[in-house]
């Protein structure tokens, strides 16, 4: 059963389905070694992958397993960056979500805000009980951005990963719907 990609929108930014025309967006984000420094894969050196990318954007959604979206900010439509859900499970009510950010957006709290609008389409929608998310231990940008939207930390996977020779760890997070629907009511009173 396929799985529309939602169009969501925050204050400052506008989350969407992908088009071609993203295609040169998304590789110059893909490609950039410094982006890319805590990935699990390299940096991109051919443009083919971002039509590859695309493509299985088109996939999970006719798949329904997962959404990709963009990330644009709202003020003046440039392309940050995107987030994910994967890894969508019914019979669970399970997912995994993640995101990537351009340089020139880091520190502005838009991980935060996009990946919070993911959350909150994904708890309403999908009813989900549980998301799953993780992190290279050296990433604790990222890792502050999953302990401000609730996550916790649930454990750690010893050397998972090793790209061009660099051997690294894997924070393991989760955030349960209880826990989301807690935080979104306290921030509510605040």
Same mark, same amino acid.
């Given at each position: ?12 930014? @506008? ?44 996939? $999970? ?7 990709? $979206? ?14 994910? @859900? ?7 009510? #399970?997912? #995994? ?51 401000? $939207?609730?996550? @916790? ?22 955030? @349960? ?5 807690? $935080? ?7």
């Amino acid at each position: 059963m396929p799985l529309p990609t939602p169009t969501l929108r925050t204050a400052r930014l @506008l989350l969407r389905p992908f088009t071609p025309a993203d295609a040169d967006a998304i590789y110059a984000l893909q490609s950039n070694p410094r982006v890319l420094r805590y990935w699990d894969s390299p940096p991109w050196k051919e443009r083919a992958r971002a039509e590859r990318f695309l493509e299985v954007c088109k996939q $999970l959604e006719a798949e329904g397993t997962g959404a990709r $979206l963009a990330i644009e900010r709202a003020a003046d439509g440039m392309f940050i960056g995107w987030c994910c @859900l994967m890894q969508w499970n019914p019979d669970h009510r #399970s997912a #995994s979500m993640g995101y990537c950010l351009g340089e020139a957006a880091w520190g502005q709290g838009f991980a935060t805000e996009a990946a919070g609008a993911l959350l909150q389409w994904a708890f309403d929608t999908l009813d989900l009980n549980r998301m799953h998310a993780e992190t290279d231990t050296r990433n604790i940008a990222s890792s502050r951005v999953l302990e401000k $939207l609730g996550f @916790l930390r649930e454990g750690t996977q010893r050397e998972d990963c090793i790209v061009d020779g660099e051997v690294s760890d894997t924070w393991v997070y989760g955030l @349960l719907r209880r826990e989301w629907e807690r $935080l979104r009511t306290e921030r509510r009173r605040v």
